[in-house]
């Protein structure tokens, strides 16, 4: 794109998989019914409360490490542990 000043985005492997996925063509528009579920189902799991607890340095250490196998931020494998406990 000339005259554009665009930043170059470095892309992991799942980001490059989708982004190549798009440009094949391989996922189309969701409208109608199907929209608004996902929208609902996104914004059901919406984080807009901030907690803070203390807790054993030892079980947090074994939490990041968890999470680093899973490849997600810690913070974020705590809140879907919670989200697990609270639809029990």
Known sequence: MKG???KRIRLNKEE?????ALMRGEYRPVTGKRYE???A???????????TIRVNSS?????KEKARK???KYQTFIAE???EVAVQ
């Open 4 to 6: 554009i000043n665009m």
């Open 16 to 20: 490059k998989r989708i982004e190549d």
């Open 37 to 39: 579920e996902i929208a």
């Open 41 to 51: 189902a996104i914004s059901a799991r919406k984080k807009d409360v901030t907690m």
């Open 59 to 63: 079980d947090i250490a074994s939490i």
């Open 70 to 72: 899973l490849g997600v």
């Open 81 to 83: 542990l919670l989200h």
